[in-house]
């Protein structure tokens, strides 16, 4: 299934649009799942519904030009940064106080372990990735395949293309930081 998707991800990278069509039903229900993951971290009564993450998230994967897509971990790590990015935007809309306002603090450790019903401050996240970013862009992205895509070591290594010892030692240093940072 795997290769299939990256090879059709290939012809679409190389202009045949029927490719996009053989791709939607391969890739809808991971998707999905990728969505869920993301707005059970948020709080209760979220105003964005899955089906509209999904769409909006897609609408943009689709518009992506000049993208070579290389494989299904680097379709669903692109996925994963927009779907980040489309609910800190949803955040910050929703959100007029400054950071903080009503929302319960989350170390890293503590929103992976999440219950459903537990607010997590995303904007607090992702203001601590982007700090992380420019410390260290690769841990920042590791924590963003792995938080917020659900991939697993190996499925980041090869979305970022490194080892997955490298991986796991980014992991453990960026949570690390990420809990100082977020846990104040």
Same mark, same amino acid.
């Given at each position: 299934? !795997?290769?299939?998707?990256?090879?059709? &991800?290939?012809?679409? !990278?190389?202009?045949?649009?029927?490719? &996009?069509?053989? &791709? @939607?039903? +391969?890739v809808y229900e991971e998707l999905r799942h990728q969505a869920a993951r993301y707005l059970r971290r948020e709080r209760?009564?979220? @105003? +964005?519904? @899955? @089906?509209?993450?999904?769409?909006?998230?897609?609408?943009?994967?689709?518009?992506?030009?000049?993208?070579?897509?290389? !494989?299904?971990?680097? *379709? *669903?790590?692109?996925?994963?940064? &927009?779907?980040?990015?489309? +609910?800190?935007?949803?955040?910050?809309?929703?959100?007029?106080?400054?950071?903080?306002?009503?929302?319960i603090r989350l170390t890293l450790d503590e929103a992976l372990a999440i219950a459903p019903e537990t607010d997590v401050d995303v904007l607090a996240i992702d203001e601590a990735l982007n700090r992380l970013a420019n410390l260290d862009p690769q841990q920042a992205r590791v924590v963003e395949l792995r938080f917020f895509s659900g991939l697993n070591v190996e499925e980041t290594a090869t979305a970022l293309g490194v080892s997955p010892k490298t991986v796991k030692r980014d992991w453990s240093v960026a949570r690390a930081w990420l809990r100082r940072e977020i846990g104040g």
């Open positions: 299934m !795997s290769d299939n998707i990256t090879h059709i &991800l290939k012809e679409w !990278s190389d202009g045949d649009r029927q490719a &996009l069509d053989r &791709l @939607t039903p +391969l209760p009564g979220h @105003t +964005l519904q @899955t @089906t509209a993450l999904i769409n909006e998230a897609y609408l943009r994967l689709i518009d992506a030009k000049d993208v070579q897509w290389q !494989s299904r971990a680097h *379709f *669903f790590a692109i996925a994963a940064n &927009l779907m980040r990015r489309i +609910l800190v935007d949803h955040a910050r809309r929703r959100d007029v106080e400054k950071r903080g306002g009503s929302q």
